[in-house]
């Protein structure tokens, strides 16, 4: 397993994303020759990973496709917006207006995507903090139970 980061003047270099995110990252920045810089990757259609804002401690490999090619790209924050600019130089093929379009548009809301390509689905258990935060929020439309005794009470009057 493996994925192909560009950067540079027509630069690419292999990494083995079977690791922890962080572990992928701090990696990426000492090949690559930006320790200092705030990093990312985009795939080459322009859609940002967000490596920055998943638990450092999960496996890039859930986030991250085999075998694919991913663009190296500078995080820089202004006004608490994130601006992307690729670190990878002019390339007519890749770096298109769509590209930049797309690495630019602003999402309303930051999904996180697993290695199929598809949303992960966000299941909150009953109890937990993240479920009493949204509770107090009045957010029951995000807060998925999966309490066991539901499923159950569910079939039973399903079948009354």
Do not use: W
Not at 52 to 73: C, M, N, P, W
């Amino acid at each position: 397993m493996y994925i192909t980061v560009r950067f540079g003047d027509q630069e690419q270099a292999l990494f083995n994303p079977h690791c922890r995110i962080i572990s992928l990252v701090n990696e990426i920045k000492a090949k690559c020759r930006c320790e200092d810089v705030d990093i990312d990757l985009c795939d080459e259609s322009g859609n940002v990973k967000h490596l920055g804002h998943q638990a450092q401690f999960k496996f890039a490999s859930d986030l991250l496709v085999d075998r694919e090619t991913y663009i190296l790209i500078k995080v820089e924050r202004k006004d608490g917006d994130p601006q992307y600019l690729p670190l990878l130089q002019a390339d007519d093929e890749t770096l298109s207006e769509a590209f930049f379009a797309r690495l630019s548009s602003k999402d309303d809301e930051l999904k996180v995507y697993g290695r199929r390509g598809r949303a992960a689905s966000r299941d909150v258990r009953r109890g937990s903090k993240e479920y009493l935060k949204l509770k107090q929020l009045g957010d029951k439309s995000s807060v998925k139970s999966k309490s066991p005794t539901q499923t159950r009470t569910k079939s039973r009057q399903s079948s009354k």
